[in-house]
């Protein structure tokens, strides 16, 4: 008789993405078999992951996992969990920010958190990063509120809006918002020459390209980067090479299996006007920066929201990639981005340094939606 476990699973849209939220305790107490469990859960190793709860692409195979903290500064952990769709890989390297959204509501929804009347804050402990997200959620009626009347480009309708805040959210490497103390650094790319990149570290480190530095505009479409195989390998090979001056990899080859999340690669351009996914125009007047981002050798269809906090922090670093695109008088400390389903407007606040600027927190606002609460099913 073939063996089957059934587990206590709710599926939330957080942000533009949408994951499976579990509780901590409904897991494996060996943490060695957490890879396995969520492998079959997404239906993984399976470009459609037909046979499980994965939606086929990285934005629709994550996993939240939670527990009350002992922390004196957090109200629960949590745990990001990136699972491949046509790899057998789990990533727990970095965090994703739309999945954080989500986080609060579920925290209150499951009983980790006590809902005040009006707004209850979640102050959440991020396992990955080490870092503090201090999350506010509406909950009219001690009940949490998803309906609303506000849009965030990349997802249909309106929801009620979360503030996310990512406390002191630099240095999730260990090595401060600079990992290698430049705030340009120069990669040999092969077949391409000598590439010059920043490499900044706030709620995810991320690595910035100048489109034109790649034959780009910035205002290319998901489809039009995910059809061209070699501009894809072209991008991996940069990431690869970020990572193994971050230290992650020994090889630039070895990055899509051993650290397959991070560094984000990405890639920005001055403010014009383009055309949205959905059809829309955005124009040039809009937006501060244009900007498109990797996700698993995918590009992101919308922005992360990480990677939104990391190039607010970036676009305060003198001579960094970012504030070199930056449209010339902005407001350096709340910047609009501009992805490929619209607009992500964010901040940052921060203190001089004595040479790169002390990040105290970034800041953006989310939506999320509670889509199921129930068993899955999965076999052994």
Not at 116 to 134: A, E, F
Not at 223 to 250: C, Q, S
Not at 324 to 351: K, T, W
Request: proline share 7%.
């Amino acid at each position: 008789m073939e063996k089957i476990t059934k587990l206590p699973v709710t599926i939330l849209r957080g942000g533009t993405s949408k994951g499976v939220y579990l509780l901590e305790k409904d897991l494996p107490a060996n943490r060695q078999q957490w890879d396995k469990l969520l492998l079959r859960l997404m239906g993984s190793p399976d470009k459609k992951q037909i046979d499980g709860l994965g939606g086929a692409q990285s934005v629709t195979s994550k996993v939240a996992i939670l527990k009350r903290s002992h922390r004196d500064d957090a109200d629960v952990d949590y745990t990001f969990a990136q699972v491949s769709v046509d790899k057998a890989v789990v990533s727990y390297g970095g965090n994703c920010g739309n999945i954080s959204s989500g986080v609060g509501p579920f925290a209150i929804e499951k009983g980790l958190v006590p809902a005040q009347d009006g707004v209850t804050t979640v102050r959440i402990y991020n396992t990955n990063t080490q870092k503090l997200i201090v999350e506010d959620v509406p909950t009219p009626g001690r009940q949490v509120q998803y309906d609303g009347d506000f849009a965030i480009a990349g997802v249909p309708g309106t929801a009620a809006p979360l503030k996310l805040r990512f406390v002191d959210p630099a240095g999730t490497l260990g090595r401060g918002l600079l990992p290698t103390g430049n705030a340009v650094d120069i990669l040999d790319v092969p077949r391409l020459g000598k590439l010059e990149v920043s490499l900044v570290d706030a709620a995810n480190p991320l690595v910035f390209v100048r489109a034109k530095d790649l034959g780009l505009t910035g205002t290319e479409l998901p489809d039009a980067i995910n059809g061209d195989p070699k501009l894809l390998a072209l991008l991996e090979t940069i990431r690869g090479l970020a990572a193994v001056k971050l230290g992650l990899v020994d090889t630039p080859e070895k990055a899509a299996w051993v650290t397959p999340g991070i560094p984000k690669m990405t890639l920005v351009a001055p403010a014009q006007s383009y055309i949205t996914s959905s059809g829309e125009k955005v124009e040039a007047d809009q937006v501060d920066l244009v900007a498109r981002m990797m996700s698993m050798q995918k590009t992101h269809p919308s922005y992360a929201m990480t990677g939104a906090m990391c190039t607010a922090a970036a676009a305060v670093v003198p001579g960094s990639l970012v504030r070199q695109v930056l449209r010339p008088g902005c407001d350096q400390e709340n910047i609009r981005i501009g992805h490929p389903s619209g607009i992500l407007p964010c901040g940052v606040e921060y203190a001089k340094g004595t040479e790169t600027p002390i990040i105290q927190s970034t800041f953006g606002y989310r939506t999320a939606n509670l889509l199921l609460e129930g068993l899955a099913r999965i076999r052994a």
